[in-house]
């Protein structure tokens, strides 16, 4: 991935991070954050204690990132933490969305994905690939509904099928 610098000119880079040798440590602050998230719902918030006394809120949204890494380390995975403007490769772009090299520069030709070209190769922003993730999850969710309302309707009509021919039958 790639290393962008932000306003304050400290460079940031996407890194991975992977839980420690004491899983136990994790998995307590992974259990303290979900007995915080449990007290904020009556309306008390979490703060940050610095070494020198100061005391600062943390906002609902790192609060949320700080469970899900939290709760992620503590299962022995790892977390990447990038920022939504990272530029990737066609190979980590397809590695992501977890397709293979051609299908995701299928989904750029045909315009499925936003992407930039740089000479001959391509970059795809990773706020573009989350979005396409997204729409890609909405649109199959309505298929599956669709295919479920219609298996519902063809077992309704078959139930029905059979009462008519007995009753054909019988005449």
């Known amino acids: 991935m790639s290393m962008t610098t932000e306003p304050s000119g400290r460079q940031v880079s996407s ?18 954050l979900h007995e915080i998230e449990r007290e904020a719902l009556a309306g008390r918030t979490a703060e940050l204690r610095a070494p020198d006394g100061r005391v600062r809120a943390i906002p609902a949204e790192v609060f949320e990132v ?14 990447t933490v990038a920022r939504n403007d990272t530029q990737m490769t066609t190979q980590q772009a397809a590695d992501f969305l977890g397709v293979s090299r051609p299908t995701l520069v299928k989904y750029l030709e045909d315009g499925s994905i936003s992407f930039e070209r740089r000479g001959r190769h391509r970059r795809v922003l990773l706020r573009d690939l989350v979005s396409f993730q997204e729409h890609f999850r909405i649109r199959r969710r309505a298929a599956l509904r669709a295919a479920a309302r219609e ?13 008519q021919a007995d009753g054909a039958a019988e005449r």
Do not use: C, K
Request: charged share 20%.
């Open 66 to 79: 700080l469970e899900q890494v939290a709760d992620a380390l503590a299962s022995g995975s790892g977390v």
């Open 15 to 32: 890194r991975t991070y992977f839980p420690g040798d004491d899983r136990n440590d994790l998995i307590g602050l992974a259990q303290l």
């Open 151 to 163: 298996d519902q309707a063809m077992g309704r009509s078959q139930q029905h099928a059979p009462e």
